[in-house]
């Protein structure tokens, strides 16, 4: 089998510690132990020995994960390394060479490369900038063959930031059970949603409904390097199986810190803290977008640390970024690797002094490229 290159995660691994200023994160700007835990916490995590931890995920952590999905319990639940083990899981699991997958588009390629790579004819259903960035379910409805097996969405969505509507949600459930689809939505991105009100999550129960999520994102720990897969027990039982190839198990650091800030109220403290910073460095990133002559346009995102700019030059994506990376040792990241050209993606999750550089920055070489277009 020859896997495509995931072009956005080979170049980040490649610039993103390299670089003056990445503002190509899609998280919020990480926590430390020390944020996170209290002293005596700190002191017992010390004292810990490092065993193999529980490979599908400790009962306490699967429990404290089953408090976000009012239909789960622990056995519905598997512990990953990461969102990114979870939705590889889900795709070998799930899914076979000839096998048709719905893709919402743009999109995190994970799914999209793995799955081509593995034979799947991964076909995209594509989100509207001019509809707010939703989809059109009519035209999900016409992708649907004999051979489709599964749906999948992103929701909140990278690289736009946008939550699907409610209705749009029920009628893509609605189309998954009729046909007997696997419907699975990667929510990672789910708890950081600007209005402060968490978005539903598409897990309802069903036989057929699979949702996986992490803390990479809105709890601002990616170095836990911690998912999980929500699903039926049958479903977690095979991809577990296939975690015995892949990881085995997470680190059982990773596992005893998330037990406890998924708790409840820890959980809710947390996220709360996100809400105000983000809605503030919008401002600064909607600020800088007017200030550039109309190089630029956005639909705001609804959450994440992510929005979506429509850009206005002529050339490509990729050669944009490149020049900004070169010229001002700033990075953010194309559309071409979302799925979607004349778009860039900047991260504006990190302390709001360190975005306003970075933007600074990349401003010069806008203005090079608007005096270069006027000659
Ligand atoms: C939509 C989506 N899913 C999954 C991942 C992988 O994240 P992690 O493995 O850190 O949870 C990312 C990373 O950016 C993402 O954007």
Partial sequence: MKFETFELERYMSAWENVVDYNLSESGVHPLSLNDILTAEELDELSEMELLYCQANGTETLRSAICGLYPHATPDNILVTNGSAEANFLTIMTLLEPGDELIYMMPNYLQIWGFGRSLGVDVKPIRLKDDHN?????????????????????????????????????????????????WLHSDEVYRGVELSGEESPSFYAGDEMDIVVAGLSKAYRLPGLRLGWIVGNPDFVWKAWSLHDYTTISIGTLSDW???????????????????????????????????????????????????????????????????????????????????????????????????????????????????????
Wanted: hydrophobic fraction near 40%; charged fraction near 25%.
């Fill in 133 to 181: 960035w939703q989809i059109d379910v009519d035209e999900l409805a016409s992708l649907i063959t004999p051979k489709t097996k599964m749906i999948s969405v992103c929701n909140p969505n990278n690289p736009t930031g946008a939550v699907m509507d409610s209705d749009i949600m029920m009628r893509v459930r609605e189309l998954a059970r009729e046909h007997d689809l």
């Fill in 257 to 375: 810190v998330a037990s406890r800030i998924l708790q409840p109220q820890r959980r809710t403290a947390l996220l709360s803290d996100v809400h105000e910073f983000l809605r503030t460095n919008l401002k600064i990133l909607q600020g800088w977008v007017d200030d550039q002559d109309g190089l630029f346009s956005f639909t705001p995102p609804q959450a994440a640390a992510i929005a979506f700019l429509h850009c206005h030059l002529d050339g490509g994506s990729v050669e944009l970024i490149e020049r900004i990376r070169d010229e001002q040792s700033v990075l953010v990241m194309p559309g071409k690797w979302f799925g979607m050209e004349n778009y860039i993606r900047v991260g504006y999750g990190t302390p709001p002094d360190y975005l306003k550089a970075g933007l600074e920055r990349m401003a010069q070489t806008l203005s090079g490229l608007r005096i270069e277009a006027a000659a």
